[in-house]
């Protein structure tokens, strides 16, 4: 009796194929050893390549296609989702483009603003932020977005430098306008989110906000000619000095907005956004980000860790947004429940490697999708493979699209290394070089609104051949051998405490203006545990004058950000210069704040008690071990 073999025999394989079968596994054998970032490597660049290949595609059509002009078609296509959730009231798309057309129409009917018109905004997080955002976009006007945390000079500096011809602020900072009215230019317009004003000369909306039609405004007042026309200035610390007005244009906006597509965020998709509106990030990577995916997002008044997770589950957030200190202040928060909630991407940047791994521990399997990017900047990294501590790979085929290079730095010169033929040197490998982008074409510089001197300052010329154009991004960098990049520090008189940028020199010209203050050097020292820098100055006191720490304190709070308020204060009796005359700042910072190893007076703002405090070693030991609260 024959076998079943033998009624219906097997096919037998041609000879080549457990040959091509032992190749594609010894070739993806070789893949996983040699490139193992190969396929997430490529499905990013496929991405990038995709939607630079969309941007040209329209500009060869003759099409400028801005992120204004993408959320109106949304408006139109999905008029009752959910765009905007505040404190829970939900705002749709159409409610939110009607909401703006009559502001717009406001604005039309009462003043005479025309296209390219600046107008600045100071609005703490709320829906209305974004309402008269686009609402004033859709008169072709430039939005400077003003950042509430600063003061007095500081603010005035800000107002005048984008040369508004309005200023729009929310009801809940009009303490900070008296404060500013009297030395505002006479013409600035004035106007306040409120039905009714006690200030003279200046203007309510709300008022005129209900009685206005939520008709668009003509087409042709917010069509831009060129995605290369400046939208929106954000004002960044920069490296030296007062508060400098980025100018963001329609190309940077489209380019921000296309980053939680990047990182894989869909439609679907609800994001929590806990930053400030003035912020790039929550700004143009939050409701920017929202709009290119036609998501939600969940707008909140201001940061809180212990609402945090709670509001996850209330409104089933799926994306967040952090800063790497925001990330902390969750980690420090009691253990209750935390992985119960949706959220499966975190991006963000500033996160340290420990909270890094303690973040997803504690919350479970969430993505930390960190990016690298200056707000004036013309280079972006992003980190699409979730290695921990870094901001970003890179590779031939990406530096082919945003050519960069790390290059060597005199610390104590503060300036890039020339070689004896002029040229800058890159770094190898492993090394800390200062991070340059080339500007050309297709990745311009924008400079800064109203200072050309400033802009200059921020590109480097001649760098490794003649003609060449670089903008010096201020960030050391370090890329590995696997070509992941790693933030290393910033350079020049700035350190970032809070999330924010703080320029040494604004610090010390606050307190040079007190009477009894000959000098101050401020600069950022490390504390154990938290992110950043924390502010420290070192002060020489005037002749046969006295330390006033009462009038220290009344000075910084009043005048300066409260992120950019030295922590420490040190009393020395000579300055320490440099070899080309400039404060010595790199002993001092070394040096710290131990009280038991530094001779000199040393003083702790304790915000409990409103007052600097004498830096005692049992209080230094409470800030190390995390019991004092900075």
């Known amino acids: 009796m024959r076998g079943w073999d033998d009624l219906y025999p097997l096919p037998v394989p041609p000879s080549w194929v457990p040959g091509a079968a032992v ?77 703006s057309n009559r502001i717009a129409q406001v604005f039309l009917q009462h003043e005479a603003l025309k296209e390219g018109d600046t107008v600045a905004l100071l609005m703490g997080n709320e829906p209305d932020f974004i309402h008269v955002w686009f609402g004033l976009a859709k008169l072709g006007c430039v939005v400077a977005f003003l950042n509430f945390n600063v003061r007095f000079r500081s603010l005035l500096h800000c107002v005048s430098s984008c040369e508004p011809k309005l200023l729009v602020v929310g009801a809940d900072l009009l303490g900070t306008l008296e404060e500013i009215l009297p030395k505002l230019q006479k013409d600035v317009s004035v106007w306040i989110m409120a039905k009714d004003s006690t200030f003279p000369n200046v203007h309510t909306l709300l008022d005129k906000i209900e009685a206005a039609s939520e008709d668009p405004v003509p087409v042709n007042r917010c069509s831009a000619n060129t995605l290369k026309s400046a939208v929106l200035y954000i004002f960044t610390s920069g490296t030296t000095g007062l508060p400098k007005a980025a100018v963001i244009s329609h190309l940077q906006v489209l380019k921000g907005a296309a980053g939680l597509w990047a990182f894989g965020a869909t439609s679907e998709d609800i994001i929590y956004i806990t930053l400030p509106l003035y912020h790039s990030a929550a700004s143009l990577l939050g409701i920017g980000g929202c709009i290119q995916l036609g998501a939600t997002c969940v707008l909140k008044k201001k940061f809180s860790a212990s609402q945090f997770w709670n509001d996850c589950r209330k409104y089933n957030v799926t994306v967040i947004q952090y800063i790497g200190e925001l990330c902390r202040y969750l980690c420090n928060q009691p253990v209750e429940g935390e992985k119960n909630h949706k959220v499966r991407l975190a991006v963000g940047n500033g996160v340290r490697n420990d909270v890094w791994r303690e973040f997803l521990d504690r919350f479970g399997a969430i993505k930390i999708c960190e990016f690298y990017g200056a707000t004036e900047g013309n280079i972006c990294f992003m980190n699409h493979t979730g290695k921990i501590g870094s901001v970003g790979r890179t590779n031939f085929l990406y530096k082919l699209f945003f050519p960069f290079d790390l290059i060597k730095y005199d610390f104590q010169k503060d300036e890039p290394i020339r070689n004896k033929h002029g040229w800058c040197e890159k770094v190898k490998k492993g090394e800390a070089g200062l991070l340059i982008s080339r500007v050309n074409a297709k990745n311009p510089f924008f400079g800064y609104a109203g200072n050309k001197r400033h802009t200059e300052k921020k590109l480097l010329c001649e760098v490794f051949k003649k003609g060449d154009l670089y903008f010096n991004t201020g960030d050391l960098m370090v890329q590995d051998h696997d070509n992941f990049l790693y933030f290393w520090d910033r350079i020049g008189d700035t350190f970032r405490w809070k999330g924010e940028n703080v320029a040494t020199t604004e610090v010390s010209d606050v307190i040079a203006m007190l009477d009894f203050i000959q000098e101050a050097n401020v600069y950022g020292v490390s504390v154990p545990d938290h992110e950043g820098k924390a502010g420290m100055a070192s002060l020489i006191l005037k002749d046969n004058a006295s330390l006033d720490l009462e ?60 007052a600097y405090v004498l830096l005692t070693k049992e209080l230094h030991e409470m800030i190390l071990s995390g019991k004092m609260k900075l």
């Open 23 to 99: 190749g594609i596994l010894s070739l993806h054998f070789i893949q996983k050893l040699l490139f193992p970032y190969f396929w997430a490597d490529l499905r990013y660049l496929l991405k990038v390549v995709t939607y630079g290949a969309r941007m040209e595609m329209y500009r060869l059509q003759g099409r400028v296609v801005t992120v204004l002009d993408k959320f109106v078609k949304l408006a139109e296509k999905q008029p009752h989702k959910p765009f905007l959730i505040y404190e829970g009231t939900v705002h749709t798309y159409r409610d939110v483009d009607r909401r």
């Open 551 to 610: 009038q220290m304190y009344k000075q910084v709070v009043t005048y300066l950000p409260s992120y950019a308020c030295p922590l420490f204060l040190r009393v020395q009796e000579k300055m320490e210069m440099t070899g080309t005359f400039k404060q010595q700042k790199f002993q001092l910072v070394d040096e710290g704040f131990n009280p038991s190893t530094i001779t000199d007076p040393l003083y702790f703002l304790d915000n409990s008690k409103k």
